[in-house]
């Protein structure tokens, strides 16, 4: 089962954190379900770049992202050649690591 591994970030994952996630699942679906509260102002519909997150280690495991995931990401504060929508990623059989941004472009942080 291949791990993800959140480094920390002073908001949305003091300690940093290491979970176990299934192939097939979004990487923004498991940090979720643990805890990991990284914005998605869109509901997961590829419309916003808040749930942006650069894949440190273990990006080439990661399918290609599509056209209108590249063009979102075109607009993500702190682009990176490693940078995904973790909304759009999904975990393959490789461990992650995964940094989350200190800053997104999302002018209203919603509760969610």
């Given at each position: 089962?291949?791990?993800?591994?959140f480094?920390?970030?002073?908001?949305?994952?003091?300690?940093?954190?290491?979970?176990?996630?299934?192939?097939?699942?979004?990487?923004?679906?498991?940090?979720?379900?643990?805890?990991i509260?990284?914005?998605?102002?869109?509901?997961?519909?590829?419309?916003?770049?808040?749930?942006?997150?650069?894949?440190?280690?273990?990006?080439?495991?990661?399918?290609?992202?599509?056209?209108?995931?590249?063009?979102?990401?075109?607009?993500?504060?702190?682009?990176?050649?490693?940078?995904?929508?973790?909304?759009?990623a999904?975990?393959?059989?490789?461990?992650?690591?995964?940094?989350?941004?200190?800053?997104?472009?999302?002018?209203?942080?919603?509760?969610h």
């Amino acid at each position: 089962m291949p791990k993800l591994i959140f480094m920390p970030h002073p908001e949305r994952c003091p300690e940093g954190m290491e979970i176990e996630a299934e192939s097939g699942e979004s990487i923004l679906n498991v940090a979720l379900r643990h805890g990991i509260d990284i914005e998605h102002a869109c509901e997961k519909a590829c419309a916003c770049t808040t749930c942006h997150v650069v894949i440190r280690q273990g990006f080439d495991s990661l399918a290609e992202s599509e056209e209108n995931e590249d063009d979102m990401l075109d607009k993500a504060w702190g682009l990176e050649p490693e940078s995904r929508l973790s909304c759009q990623a999904l975990v393959a059989d490789e461990d992650l690591l995964i940094e989350i941004p200190k800053y997104n472009i999302n002018m209203v942080s919603e509760g969610h």
